[in-house]
């Protein structure tokens, strides 16, 4: 374990900085800081959405009147 500490904390042969393609970590954390950004916005924008479905449904489902059948009143014959 401490091997692979001093390997990976040892000075790089390749200097990531003069090739222009090459991996910036920086550049990938801000990537990423920003579609967790975008990703937490649409989060809310869709549990919104849901909020707003569900409330509707529900409005509709309360609106829904039974038919009341009044079975006291029925006369049989005898």
Not at 8 to 23: G, I, Q, V
Request: some cysteine.
């Amino acid at each position: 374990m401490i091997e692979f500490i001093k390997k990976f904390f040892a000075p790089s042969d390749k200097d990531y900085f003069e090739d222009p393609n090459a991996f910036s970590l920086a550049e990938k954390i801000l990537e990423l800081q920003e579609r967790i950004t975008m990703l937490e916005l649409e989060n809310i924008e869709m549990t919104n959405a849901l909020y707003e479905c569900e409330n509707r449904m529900e409005a509709k489902i309360d609106n829904i009147h039974p038919v009341i059948y009044n079975f006291n009143d029925h006369k049989t014959n005898e």
